[in-house]
C-alpha cells in the first residue's frame, strides 16, 4: 500500500460512514410511513407476527450499530494516521498531511490556509509523502523483526 493509500484509508472510511447515515436517515423516513398494523403472510402460509415497521425498526437498529463500530474504526485510525505524520520532519509537511488526510480539505483550502501557491503545496506534499513511506517501511520491518 503506497503512503497516499494508507493517508487516504481515513477519507475513505469516513465518506462509507456518511452513505450508511443517508441510509439510515432513509429508514428512519420510511419507518415513520409504514403501517405497523400490516402483518405479513410467511411462503409457508404461517403468520409472521413481526410487521414492516419492526422489521425496518430491527434494519434500524443494525445499521446504527454498523455504524458506531465504524466511527470507533475510524478514531483509532485517525489517530495511527496522526501518529504517523507526527513522524515527518517538515512541520508544513505535518500540517499538510494532517488538512490533506485527516481534515479532507482541498487543495485550494489548503493552499490558501497555508498561505502558499498551491505548487508549493504539492511539493512540500510530495517530499512529506516520501517521508511516509520511509516511515512505514521502517515500522513494517520492525514489526516484521519483533
Known amino acids: 500500500m503506497t503512503a497516499k493509500e494508507y493517508l487516504s484509508q481515513a477519507l475513505w472510511l469516513n465518506q462509507r460512514i456518511n452513505t450508511k447515515l443517508e441510509q439510515l436517515a432513509n429508514l428512519k423516513a420510511l419507518a415513520m410511513r409504514v403501517n405497523s398494523n400490516h402483518i405479513r403472510e410467511k411462503v409457508s402460509g404461517g403468520r409472521d407476527l413481526r410487521g414492516p415497521f419492526e422489521n425496518t425498526m430491527a434494519k434500524i437498529v443494525d ?84
Not at 65 to 86: C, G, H, P, V
Not at 105 to 119: Q, V
Request: proline content about 1%; hydrophobic content about 40%.
Open 63 to 146: 445499521l446504527e450499530n454498523e455504524i458506531n463500530q465504524e466511527i470507533d474504526q475510524l478514531i483509532e485510525l485517525k489517530q495511527e494516521i496522526m501518529d504517523t505524520i507526527s513522524q515527518v520532519d517538515d512541520p508544513i509537511g505535518q500540517i499538510i498531511l494532517e488538512m490533506r488526510y485527516v481534515n479532507g480539505k482541498g487543495w485550494d483550502e489548503i493552499a490558501r490556509d497555508i498561505k502558499f501557491d498551491i505548487r508549493t503545496a504539492f511539493r512540500i506534499h510530495g517530499k512529506a509523502l516520501k517521508q511516509i513511506e520511509e516511515i512505514r517501511k521502517v515500522s513494517v520491518n520492525v514489526s516484521v523483526c519483533q
